[in-house]
């Protein structure tokens, strides 16, 4: 293998270890996502655990987990078992995150418990998108959801429809209004 482009040798050390913030570059989304973390008060935007509990096993602070999850979101990585392996492998997530591995359990417990908190840090991007002037007057959005359409002849009214409807109704009420005048 002598004209091709050798690796280094795993077991080689370095005289000055890399560090891990040599990786990203300062273009990189994990950047703004880390500043926008950590500019937020979570305990006002409704996550649990900011304060940690004085007794038993510490926990990660909900700012190491919320910028997980919004990695996860950004790179559509929905799942806690893929998000606990990307944790342990990619490289940016391990600077975001400072090496730290959450197992999925903790991850999927995270979501379930701070919904409400996760959805004011959405509000609050918003916020910080139109204060920074990032919309403009045409917003396009695109949906990747898909949804059984439940469209069958009695779902689905045209206008024609509608009023044949309307009078069939009528009719039954005076119908009935008759009924109830002759039973009297």
Partial sequence: MKRFIQEEHRTQSTLLPDRLDDYIS???????????????????????????????????????????????????????????????????????????APDFKTIANFRKDNGKGIRNVCRQFVLVCRKLDLFTEALVTISGSKFK?????????????????????????????????SAC
Avoid: C
Wanted: hydrophobic residues 40%; without cysteine.
């Fill in 26 to 100: 300062e273009e990189n989304p994990v950047r703004v996502v880390d500043a926008f973390v950590e500019e937020l008060d979570l305990a006002t935007l409704g996550f649990d655990g900011v304060t940690p509990a004085r007794t038993g096993r510490p926990s990660y602070h909900p700012a190491v987990l919320l910028k997980l999850y919004i990695y996860g979101y950004l790179n559509r990585i929905q799942s806690s078992r893929r998000l606990e392996r990307e944790a342990q492998r990619n490289v940016e997530l391990m600077w975001l995150i400072g090496r730290l």
């Fill in 149 to 181: 359409a439940v469209n069958n002849r009695d779902r689905n009214f045209t206008q024609a429809k509608l009023q044949r409807r309307i009078q069939e109704i009528e009719s039954s009420i005076a119908r009935y209004l008759s009924e109830m005048d």
